[in-house]
Nanobody, 125 residues
Framework: QVQLVESGGGLVQAGGSLRLSCAASGRTFSGYPMGWFRQAPGKEREFVAALNWSGGRTAYVDSVKGRFTISRDNSKNTVYLQMNSLKPEDTAVYYC??????????????????WGQGTQVTVSS
C-alpha cells in the first residue's frame, strides 16, 4: 500500500520559516516527479512546487518564487519543501503528491496519482 506522510507543519509568525517533509512508502518514486500543493479555507487546491526525478528541474507558482525551495532525497524516498519569509497568505493545508508517469515538473492535480493526508501551515501576522 502506497502512503505519503507529510510532517513539519505548524504555527509560525510572518517572516518565519518551516520545512515540510513528505516520506513515501510502499513503492519508490525515485524515477518520477513529485510536488506540493496547498489548499486554503474556501479555496481550491493549488499547485505550489514540483521537481523532476533527479531534482535537477523545479517549478514554482509565482507567489512563492524566491521564498520556497523544493528538494528530494531519493535514497530516503522523501521530498521536502523549505518555506522562508512566510506570509499570512501562505496559510493553508499543504499536500504532498507523487506521479507515476514520466514527466518533468507537472503542475496539474490530474498529473499526480498519490496524495498525502496534508499538514496544516498557519502564518500569523
Amino acid at each position: 500500500q502506497v502512503q505519503l506522510v507529510e510532517s513539519g507543519g505548524g504555527l509560525v509568525q510572518a517572516g518565519g520559516s518551516l520545512r515540510l517533509s513528505c516520506a513515501a512508502s510502499g513503492r519508490t518514486f525515485s524515477g518520477y516527479p513529485m510536488g506540493w500543493f496547498r489548499q486554503a479555507p474556501g479555496k481550491e487546491r493549488e499547485f505550489v512546487a514540483a521537481l523532476n526525478w533527479s531534482g535537477g528541474r523545479t517549478a514554482y507558482v509565482d507567489s512563492v518564487k524566491g521564498r520556497f525551495t523544493i528538494s528530494r532525497d531519493n535514497s530516503k524516498n522523501t521530498v521536502y519543501l523549505q518555506m522562508n519569509s512566510l506570509k499570512p497568505e501562505d496559510t493553508a493545508v499543504y499536500y504532498c503528491a507523487a506521479s507515476d508517469r514520466p514527466g518533468v515538473t507537472p503542475s496539474r492535480r490530474s498529473e499526480y496519482r498519490y496524495w498525502g493526508q496534508g499538514t496544516q501551515v498557519t502564518v500569523s501576522s
